[in-house]
């Protein structure tokens, strides 16, 4: 085994696998976890005696809750203090991260992320893009970077957009948080399978005899053999429901609509949206727009760019100190409402950088 504080590397047989060991702080990322993790899946994709790969959470509580937006925030701080962008950890921690995305997107062996308890923003990104995402029944995923004044990123702009319906668009300007049977209704899971169940699917990968068939067919099986029902989803009763609302062309007319039914889901789902950040909820739509007529780089492109106007702007940083650091709550968005957020603000966070665009070369 080799490991850093931070994420661990263990080969056993011809599975590798990846341990994010950060529990006290629910796996949260790190730029450090994400380079480590990014040159051993390089390595591990090149390597004929790794014929698949098993990502998961140290403890129990969490996969992973997001990266570590806490240390871009200090660096932005002290980047916005000195009169520096564009360079240090609020360019690094999005770039690197990103490409690390792409990374999973592209792995061309069997990804198998075990999507055990809280998973939110960059773990999303860690999981939702390889072929195989295992949820148990302590399994709650969201995307809630509306609530910190960002945007779903890590492919937000690539996935949330196939969801069924609108669901991705109700998760990505709420992040309303889901558990197991949302998250396999809408296709966010593959499979579900019991947290007590884990260790002994890991064994079995472990066991497997990878060549007998394709390695995508022989996991495809042994996660199968592991598998369950879930249960009813609550977002299937709502399907019709969120389609019409989040269907609307503005963000005003999402609060209308929502305003004109009854109900209390509509009533917490407009409380919810007041608490947002009105930039990030109308640039999340426009990316929801955009995004889907995107490929996957073109899509981590895009989010590049608006991860930088976010770093350049106010709110994130206002987010985090309410979210975060005062604890309060109770941010002080500016612009502090939809309307004050116009077309041109918005289109300005989906402008090249130039030079500085994101590079996979």
Same mark, same amino acid.
């Given at each position: 085994? &080799?490991?850093?504080?931070?994420?661990?590397?263990?080969?056993?047989?011809?599975?590798?696998?990846?341990?994010?060991?950060?529990?006290?702080?629910?796996?949260?990322?790190?730029?450090?976890?994400?380079? !480590?993790?990014?040159?051993?899946?390089? !390595?591990?994709?090149?390597?004929?005696?790794?014929? $698949?790969?098993?990502?998961?959470?140290?403890?129990?509580?969490?996969?992973? +809750?997001?990266?570590?937006?806490?240390?871009?925030?200090?660096?932005?701080?002290?980047?916005?203090?000195?009169?520096?962008?564009?360079?240090?950890?609020?360019?690094?921690?999005?770039?690197?991260?990103?490409?690390?995305?792409?990374?999973?997107?592209?792995?061309?062996?069997?990804?198998?992320?075990?999507?055990?308890?809280?998973?939110?923003?960059?773990?999303?990104?860690? &999981?939702?893009?390889? *072929?195989?995402?295992?949820?148990?029944?302590?399994?709650?995923?969201?995307?809630?970077?509306?609530?910190?004044?960002?945007?779903?990123?890590?492919?937000?702009?690539?996935?949330?957009?196939?969801?069924?319906?609108?669901?991705?668009? %109700?998760? +990505?300007?709420?992040? *309303?948080?889901?558990?197991?049977?949302?998250?396999?209704?809408?296709?966010?899971?593959? *499979? %579900?399978?019991?947290?007590?169940?884990?260790?002994?699917?890991?064994?079995?990968?472990?066991?497997?005899?990878?060549?007998?068939?394709?390695?995508?067919?022989?996991?495809?099986?042994?996660? $199968?053999?592991?598998?369950?029902?879930?249960?009813? !989803?609550?977002?299937?009763?709502?399907?019709?429901?969120?389609?019409?609302?989040?269907?609307?062309?503005?963000?005003?007319?999402?609060?209308?609509?929502?305003?004109?039914?009854?109900?209390?889901? !509509?009533?917490?789902?407009?409380?919810?949206?007041?608490?947002?950040?009105?930039?990030?909820?109308?640039?999340?739509?426009? #990316?929801?727009?955009?995004?889907?007529?995107?490929?996957?780089?073109?899509?981590?492109?895009?989010?590049?760019?608006?991860? #930088?106007?976010?770093?350049?702007?106010?709110?994130?940083?206002?987010?985090?100190?309410?979210?975060?650091?005062?604890?309060?709550?109770?941010?002080?968005?500016?612009? $502090?409402?939809?309307?004050?957020?116009?077309?041109?603000?918005?289109?300005?966070?989906?402008?090249?950088?130039?030079?500085?665009?994101?590079?996979?070369?």
């Amino acid at each position: 085994m &080799s490991e850093t504080e931070e994420v661990l590397f263990e080969q056993r047989g011809a599975v590798g696998f990846v341990t994010l060991n950060r529990p006290k702080f629910l796996n949260a990322l790190t730029l450090t976890m994400i380079r !480590a993790i990014d040159s051993t899946l390089t !390595a591990w994709d090149g390597d004929d005696s790794v014929a $698949a790969v098993v990502i998961r959470g140290a403890g129990d509580r969490a996969f992973c +809750a997001g990266g570590d937006v806490r240390a871009v925030w200090e660096a932005g701080r002290a980047a916005k203090a000195e009169g520096r962008t564009g360079e240090g950890l609020t360019a690094d921690f999005f770039r690197e991260e990103y490409v690390l995305n792409r990374r999973v997107h592209r792995f061309s062996k069997p990804y198998i992320a075990l999507v055990d308890g809280y998973t939110m923003g960059g773990g999303v990104g860690l &999981s939702v893009h390889g *072929a195989f995402r295992v949820a148990t029944e302590r399994t709650q995923v969201a995307m809630p970077e509306t609530a910190i004044g960002l945007f779903p990123d890590v492919g937000g702009s690539y996935f949330l957009p196939k969801l069924k319906g609108r669901i991705g668009t %109700y998760l +990505a300007l709420t992040g *309303a948080r889901i558990r197991t049977e949302d998250c396999l209704y809408s296709g966010i899971a593959t *499979a %579900y399978v019991e947290s007590s169940d884990l260790a002994d699917l890991e064994m079995a990968l472990v066991q497997a005899d990878w060549s007998a068939a394709s390695a995508q067919k022989t996991a495809e099986d042994v996660v $199968a053999g592991f598998s369950r029902a879930p249960g009813e !989803a609550p977002l299937a009763a709502r399907q019709e429901q969120i389609d019409r609302i989040f269907s609307g062309e503005t963000m005003e007319d999402i609060v209308a609509a929502l305003e004109a039914e009854t109900g209390d889901w !509509a009533a917490e789902t407009l409380a919810t949206l007041a608490g947002r950040s009105p930039t990030s909820l109308k640039v999340a739509l426009e #990316q929801m727009r955009r995004g889907a007529e995107l490929d996957f780089d073109e899509a981590m492109i895009m989010e590049y760019r608006m991860s #930088q106007a976010f770093m350049a702007g106010e709110d994130f940083y206002e987010g985090i100190r309410a979210v975060l650091v005062d604890r309060d709550h109770a941010p002080g968005w500016n612009p $502090a409402t939809l309307a004050e957020v116009s077309a041109e603000r918005v289109v300005g966070y989906f402008e090249s950088l130039g030079a500085r665009d994101l590079s996979f070369a």
